[in-house]
């Protein structure tokens, strides 16, 4: 059974920075790509960076230049580097990973990590 384990998240002043870790694990497997999502409360949860296997990075436009998302293959890690963070980034973030194992094509989601921006 493929996991994620997300860590990082807290509490931050504006302008300061995070960055959130995600780590998968169970079995042997292959990533075809990682996301980070975010939900702040009362609102959807939105995409806000994704990676696929080769690379190749998209962004929500709201955290272009401030945010960067990167991943360590032989970890099966993805990270979020969040920079000149503001208010509005306040958010439950979540991991996603997309992939497949022996059983098939998987699509899991971490546990969610709490991000408060606040002075």
């Known amino acids: 059974q493929v996991q994620l384990v997300e860590s990082g998240g807290g509490l931050v002043q504006p302008g300061g920075s995070l960055r959130l870790s995600c780590a998968t694990s169970g079995g042997t497997f292959s990533i075809e790509s990682m996301a980070w999502y975010r939900q702040a409360p009362g609102k959807q949860r939105d995409l806000v960076a994704a990676?696929?296997?080769?690379?190749?990075?998209n962004y929500a436009d709201s955290v272009k230049g401030r945010f960067t998302i990167s991943r360590d293959h032989a970890k099966n890690t993805v990270y979020l580097q969040m920079n000149s963070l503001k208010p509005e980034d306040t958010a439950v973030y979540y991991c996603n990973v997309a992939g497949r194992n022996h059983w098939g094509p998987f699509n899991r989601w971490g546990q969610g990590t709490l991000v408060t921006i606040s002075s």
């Open positions: 990676i696929t296997s080769g690379g190749t990075t």
